[in-house]
């Protein structure tokens, strides 16, 4: 399948926004961290699905830093863009603050992540996504590191792959 035509970044950048409550906390009192992650996994899907114009699967995240404690009424907002593409699949980046319900201070950066997505047809097989066109000088850095991240990403599961084929 040919690749579809270019589409800026602007055009899938998301935002969701959420109020934390009593049932999102861990036993320490602050929000779980998994309910974090379910909000950046949302954001993510939500651009992918939007950048690639059907269905996308989460394929793997990581870097995902926690950096300060989220709070109940805490009111979260998960930006999320893409960071770059390949054939069928997207780095998603996922930057989440937290407005807390109690100070007059500018929002809280409380968390990073990073994820891949792979776009699929309706059978599940991967198929080709629109290349991501970076708007500006801060996208065009975001694409460059994104690509170092992949290649790391790859020799990684390249050389686990090859270490399992040797003797222990
Ligand atoms: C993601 C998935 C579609 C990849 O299918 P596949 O048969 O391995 O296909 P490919 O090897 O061609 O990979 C497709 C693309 O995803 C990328 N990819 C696959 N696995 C990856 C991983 N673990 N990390 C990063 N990228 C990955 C490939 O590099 C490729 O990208 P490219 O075309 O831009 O070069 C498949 O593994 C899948 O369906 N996984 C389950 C997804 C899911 O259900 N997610 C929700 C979890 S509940």
């Given amino acids: 399948m040919a690749q579809p035509p270019g589409k800026p970044t602007a055009a899938s950048r998301t935002t969701l926004s959420h109020i934390m409550t009593q049932a999102d906390v861990n036993l320490l009192g602050t929000v779980h961290g998994g309910v974090i992650m379910k909000l950046v996994d949302d954001a993510a899907g939500a651009v992918a699905g939007r950048h690639s114009g059907g269905p996308a699967v989460t394929a793997s995240m990581d870097e995902m830093v926690f950096l300060e404690p989220v709070k109940v009424g805490d009111l979260v907002h998960v930006h999320a863009q893409v960071n770059w593409t390949g ?5 998603i980046g996922v930057k989440v603050l937290a407005e807390r319900w109690n100070e007059s201070t500018p929002a809280t950066r409380v968390g990073t992540a990073y994820l891949v997505f792979a776009a699929v047809d309706e059978t599940g097989k991967p198929r080709p996504v629109p290349p991501v066109l970076p708007d500006n000088d801060r996208d065009r850095r975001r694409y460059q590191e994104a690509q170092i991240r992949r290649t790391h990403r790859l020799a990684r599961r390249r050389e686990i792959l090859e270490s ?4 222990l």
């Fill in 87 to 91: 054939r069928t699949s997207m780095e």
């Fill in 164 to 167: 399992r084929r040797r003797p």
